[in-house]
């Protein structure tokens, strides 16, 4: 089954044939998946990350500090804490809460619920406020 169609980048008709019966068409970017597995970071990446945290004020940030799948050596093998309202150590945005829960589950690296990310971006008070305005 054969046909003609039309290019309009050439202006012309040309012919178009569909591939062999045998022949296997697929994108292999779809088959992989996208999730790498976290890892803890090197001695090297240590020295640098706790230098540019505690030590020299004109260090450069590290580029493995950028890097989401490299999990402190503080944060490795530690479970998550339970999630609190009140403790903004526990919320998935913290930093720390991160990299524990990625290291359970690779696929919760980016999944944040719009019930977090407003708890993240307001204080414990901002909460307490508006459950008494709602109570009056």
């Not at 039309?6 to 008709?13: I, K, L, V, Y």
């Not at 597995?37 to 500090?65: C, F, N, V, W």
């Amino acid at each position: 089954m054969s046909g003609r169609w039309f290019n309009h980048d050439s202006g012309q008709m040309e012919d178009f044939s569909p591939p062999k019966k045998n022949t296997i068409i697929m994108d292999k970017s779809l088959n992989k998946q996208n999730v790498n597995t976290p890892r803890e970071e090197t001695m090297s990446e240590r020295i640098e990350r706790l230098m540019y945290q505690y030590g020299d004020s004109d260090a450069l940030k590290p580029k493995h500090l950028y890097n989401k799948n490299i999990i402190n050596s503080e944060n490795w093998r530690q479970p998550p804490r339970p999630f609190l309202m009140d403790d903004r150590e526990s919320y998935p945005s913290n930093e720390d809460q991160r990299q524990r829960i990625i290291q359970e589950d690779p696929q919760m690296q980016n999944t944040m619920t719009i019930n977090e990310i407003m708890l993240a971006e307001s204080k414990p008070s901002d909460i307490k406020n508006k459950i008494k305005k709602l109570e009056n």
